[in-house]
């Protein structure tokens, strides 16, 4: 099964032309799921199956088991460095690790757009990433998580300090390699030397966030062999 929100929608295409032979199915878990949960609303791990996401999305099944499953991958999950850092404000290393390395990192999350809205300040509260946590202790050892694209092209992701840029991605491997999450990060073919995404990967002129085909079908390639 497929995971994700816009990136997944965005990799549709991809994902099926690349793996026509898989029985292909997608759960929207990311999106607008952040509004939905800040709404109250919650999914859950019951009798070993995980239940709530067809209240957040009417396609969504209404309980996902591991045994129905060969692998599980999500298409990113809010794992967006512009979640943490904007900006060219000074960071120490105390605060970078502050930030980085609490045991809630990728699971307690500024709501909101991860560029529009945090670059006018407009975040006004947080949301539990259920999703990720939760399917990765459901599917413990099938799941697969495809690192959201890096920031395209973003002025104001351009000055955060580089340190701050490299052990964000430090920090996603460790999260990952402590839940036995295969993640598969971003070729570094693709990344210029600001820790950003090539500009000739942009989807469309403005979009700081989406990718074009020609990065997805670089990022599917072989991911169930690596």
């Known amino acids: 099964m497929w995971c994700g929100g816009s990136q997944l929608a965005q990799a549709k295409k991809n994902i099926l032309s690349s793996y026509p032979d898989f029985l292909n199915e997608f759960a929207v878990t990311a999106a607008g799921f952040h509004r939905w949960y800040l709404a109250g609303h919650r999914i859950a791990i019951h009798n070993s199956g995980i239940v709530g ?26 794992v967006q460095p512009t979640r943490y850092f904007l900006g060219d404000a000074p960071l120490s290393q105390s605060l970078i690790a502050a930030t980085l390395h609490g045991r809630d990192f990728l699971l307690d999350l500024r709501s909101g757009h991860a560029v529009n809205e945090f670059r006018n300040n407009n975040v006004p509260e947080y949301f539990r990433n259920q999703p990720l946590e939760f399917f990765a202790k459901v599917f413990a050892g099938k799941m697969i998580l495809l690192h959201d694209p ?16 490299m052990q964000f991605n430090q920090s996603v491997i460790e999260f990952c390699g402590e839940r036995g999450i295969r993640l598969i990060l971003q070729d570094k ?3 210029d030397e600001y820790w950003m995404t090539k500009k000739e990967y942009q989807r469309v002129e403005g979009d700081y966030t989406h990718v074009n085909d020609m990065l997805w079908h670089i990022t599917l390639a072989n991911i169930f062999n690596s």
């Open 150 to 165: 890096l920031p395209c092209v973003y002025p104001e992701y351009l000055v955060v300090p580089a340190d701050a840029k």
């Open 189 to 191: 073919a693709t990344i």
């Open 53 to 78: 996401l067809d209240r957040f999305r009417a396609i969504n099944k209404t309980v996902y088991y591991e045994e129905d499953y060969d692998y599980c991958v999500f298409v990113g999950q809010y």
